[in-house]
């Protein structure tokens, strides 16, 4: 390693000029997220999402690099028209974000249950629920990522990388002479990525939404385990971020302090808490990481049963 090369760290986080998609970009961390990259000098941010007019107060807050697109990513024919506006406007995208999710039924009256009566009408709650929670958190991983794997893939050739599937036992070669597009130089060593928001809640044991969301977030996060090895050969990156307690519709009236046996840190997330986990997975900086599970909870899961 060379150690007297300069380090500029508002180069290392930097998102500029990055084509970012990213699913329920218009409300709670997907929006954290959304405007984190906007700032950050993200070049076009394609926000999906079910309410447009949501979407479209989203890209109105945040800036003009936003782009709405109404999408239910449940759905092939939605996800499938998303991509063809994409690709249409601009051809590649850099980074794919799978942000949108549902809680589910609500499974958390459980723990206080006092009878085995009780127990089971509380976990018989709402089980047509299952099916609807996993096709958001879950099996839409795979379908909005597989969707966007041309475009991903067009990415990295605007790098330079050579596309497609190389053969077992040689290194992806890189074309230095198409280093003349904004967002890519020979030292930026960045391929095309998808991140996927699991969930703390796929890790513990202690129900904190629903037995049907941790499931699904677990679910998603060995998704994401899997595409990192399937995608390999492909110069893709899959990676994971799992956010503890953060403000959101999902954990609206819940507490704003906790004990350090609740979360060590004190108090849910903030802002530049996504923001930092996110700038350093899109950066230069996170260029190396592949296969990664970056957990921002403020320790919740070291006071909690968990398998992580």
Known sequence: MDISTTIDPNDLFSAKGLVVVIT???????LAITSCLSQAGAAHIYILGRHLSTLQEAATSVGAAVVPIQCDITSHASVSAAVAKIEAEIGYIDVLINNAGVQGPDHRPARDAETIEELQRI????????????????SAVVGVS??????LDAGNRRRGWE????????PRRRDITVFTEEGTALHDERSSQIITVGSISGLNRFITAGLAYGASKAAAIHLSKMLTYLLAPWGIRCNVINPGVYPSRMTAGTNDNYSYMEVPAGRKGMYQDICGVVLYLVGKAGAYVNGSMENTDGGRLSVMPATY
């Open 163 to 170: 596309g497609g599937k190389i053969p077992l036992g040689r």
């Open 24 to 30: 329920g970009g218009g409300s709670g961390i997907g």
């Open 123 to 138: 976990l018989l709650t709402d089980p047509e629920g299952w099916q609807p929670t996993f096709a958001a958190n879950s």
């Open 146 to 151: 597989a969707a966007f794997l041309k475009l």
